[in-house]
C-alpha cells in the first residue's frame, strides 16, 4: 500500500540570513496608498503577502495539540505575571514596561472634553524622543544595529512600525490600523532574525502571541483607559470591536479542535474539550473568569469594562457570532477571512501604514491575477493630488488571492447602506458561512451574512 503523502508544513516567514543582511538595504518606511485604487496594489505585494503569512503562522501556533502521553490534549493559555525566559521576548516585554512608564510623566488632562484627552499627545511625544534609546538598549539594540550597504541601520526602517502602533497623536484615537502596525514591527524582527532562541514546534511563536503581542494589547487598552481614545476607522456598533481584531483571531484559535502533528493545516471547524460555547461570552462571570487565560476572552472583557448596557445591542456581531454550533475552529476561519476584508483590504484602516524593504511595497511575483471583488469596490479617491508613485489599476481592479489562501468570490451585499440590523437576543443557531437571522426575515442582515460578505483572499476552505 502506498504511503500518503505528508502534509505541507504550515507557512511561515522567511529569515534574511545572516549573510545576506550585510548587502541589505534598509529603507525608512513611506507612505504608498494615498487613494482607493492603492489598496489593489497592496493586496498583490510583498507585504500583505508577509503579513498574512506570519498572522496565519502565528495562528497555527497557537492551536491545541494531542498528547501521546495523555489523552487530555496541551492547550496554549494565557499565564499573566508568568516570567517569561526566552531573551528575545524578554526584551520586547522590557520594551512595552518602558512604554508604558512614560504614562507617569504625562497624566490626563483635567479639563472637560468630548473627545481624547490632549495629555495624549504630550505622552506620544516622550515615545518618541525616547525611542531611539529604547531600541538600542540589549540584544534589541544589537538586532537594529545591523547595518546594510548604504549604512542605514534596521533600526532606521523598523522604529517607525513601533512608533506607529500607539495610535495617533493627531486625531487622539487608536484602532486596528495601529494594531497592524505592532504586528508588522514584530514581523520586521522576525524576518531579521531576532527571535533565534532554540525552541521548536511553534514555540517561540506561541511566546510571540501570548507575551508580546497580549502585553502589547495591555498596554494599548490601559492607554486607551487613560486618555479615552477615541476609535480609529471603527464601524461603530456594526463593527466587530472599535480598537481590536487580532485578539479575536488568536483566541478562537486557543480554542480550536487539536492537531497531532506539527505539519497538521488549522482545523476548520471543532473545539477541543473543555472549550467553553461561544456564547459564554454574553455570561459576565464567565468572561470575567477566561479573560485571564484567553485572548478572545480577554477582548470581550474589555468591552465590557468600557461599555455599559446588553451585550447584543452595543456589539451585536461578536453576539451573533457567538451563536454558532461548528465550534471554534469556525470561528477561528471566519475571523482570518474577516481580518482580511475589514483590516487589511480596506482604505481608511492601511492607508497609513507605511513600506519599507522588510514589508515592501513591491509586487509578490507570485501573486495571482486580482479577482473581481464587491467587497472592494468602492474605495475612496484621494482630493489632493497623490504624492506615491503613480501605481496602475491591475486587470479586473479589485481583490486579489494570495499564494497562502484560497480566493473566494463574493456574492453582493445584501442591500444599499449598512448590511446588519440590530439582533435581539434568542436562540442562536447556525454557522458562520450563513443561517437565518434571529430576528424577523431572512439571515441577511446577521454577523453570519456579513462574514459571508466579507469572504476574501483568506478564504480557508
Known amino acids: ?3 500518503p503523502p505528508h502534509p505541507a508544513p504550515p507557512l511561515a516567514l522567511p529569515v534574511i540570513p545572516a549573510a545576506q543582511l550585510a548587502s541589505h538595504k534598509f529603507i525608512k518606511p513611506k507612505k504608498c496608498i494615498n487613494e482607493g485604487h492603492h489598496v489593489a496594489h497592496f493586496l498583490t505585494s510583498k507585504a500583505y503577502r508577509d503579513i498574512g503569512i506570519f498572522i496565519l503562522q502565528l495562528n497555527h501556533s497557537l492551536c491545541p495539540r494531542n498528547q501521546a502521553s495523555s489523552p487530555t490534549p496541551k492547550t496554549f493559555p494565557l499565564t499573566p505575571g508568568s516570567p517569561s525566559s526566552t531573551p528575545s521576548v524578554q526584551a520586547l516585554q522590557q520594551l512595552l514596561s518602558d512604554v508604558e512608564a512614560l504614562v507617569e510623566q504625562a497624566p490626563p488632562d483635567p479639563g472637560p472634553r468630548r473627545f481624547g484627552n490632549v495629555s495624549f499627545r504630550r505622552w506620544h511625544e516622550l515615545v518618541q524622543d525616547h525611542l531611539d534609546s529604547f531600541l538600542d538598549k540589549g540584544i534589541l539594540g544589537e538586532a537594529l544595529a545591523t547595518k546594510g550597504a548604504d549604512g542605514s541601520t534596521a533600526k532606521d526602517e523598523v522604529a517607525a512600525y513601533l512608533l506607529g502602533a500607539f495610535g495617533s497623536a493627531q486625531r487622539l484615537d487608536y484602532g486596528t490600523g495601529h494594531e497592524l502596525s505592532f504586528v508588522a514591527f514584530v514581523a520586521c524582527l522576525w524576518k531579521l532574525g531576532f527571535f533565534n532562541d532554540p525552541k521548536e514546534g511553534g514555540e517561540i511563536e506561541r511566546e510571540v502571541v501570548l507575551n508580546v503581542i497580549e502585553p502589547y494589547l495591555r498596554v494599548v487598552r490601559a492607554l486607551i483607559r487613560k486618555y479615552t481614545l477615541e476609535p480609529a476607522g471603527s464601524h461603530g456598533v456594526w463593527g466587530l470591536d472599535d480598537h481590536s481584531f487580532i485578539p479575536y483571531i488568536f483566541g478562537s484559535a ?25 456564547g459564554d461570552i454574553t455570561k459576565p462571570d464567565v468572561v470575567k473568569h477566561l479573560r485571564q487565560s484567553n485572548m478572545y476572552f480577554s477582548a470581550v472583557g ?11 445591542e452595543h456589539s451585536p456581531i461578536l453576539f451573533d457570532i457567538s451563536g454558532i454550533r461548528d465550534g471554534w475552529g469556525k470561528i477561528n476561519k471566519g475571523m482570518i477571512k474577516m481580518f482580511n476584508a475589514e483590516v487589511l483590504s480596506k482604505f481608511p484602516v492601511v492607508q497609513h501604514f507605511p513600506f519599507g524593504s522588510l514589508l515592501s511595497w513591491d509586487a509578490d511575483p507570485t501573486a495571482p491575477a486580482p479577482s473581481q471583488s464587491v467587497h472592494m469596490m468602492n474605495q475612496p479617491v484621494a ?17 486579489t488571492a494570495a499564494p497562502w489562501a484560497q ?16 439582533l435581539p437576543p434568542g436562540p442562536r443557531t447556525g454557522s458562520l458561512a450563513s443561517r437565518p437571522s434571529r430576528g424577523e426575515g431572512s439571515g441577511s442582515g446577521s454577523a453570519a451574512a456579513q462574514i459571508t460578505v466579507t469572504e476574501a483572499p483568506w478564504a480557508l476552505e
Open 1 to 3: 500500500m502506498a504511503t
Open 254 to 278: 486557543q480554542f480550536t479542535r487539536p492537531i497531532t502533528l506539527a505539519t497538521e493545516p488549522m482545523p476548520l471547524e471543532g473545539s477541543v474539550k473543555g472549550a467553553p460555547k461561544p
Open 302 to 312: 474589555f468591552i465590557n469594562d468600557v461599555k455599559k448596557g446588553p451585550f447584543w
Open 383 to 399: 482630493v489632493a493630488p497623490s504624492t506615491a508613485a503613480h501605481t496602475p489599476l491591475p486587470p479586473s481592479a479589485i481583490g
Open 407 to 422: 480566493a473566494t468570490r463574493m456574492p453582493p451585499p445584501p442591500g444599499p447602506g449598512i448590511p446588519y440590523s440590530r
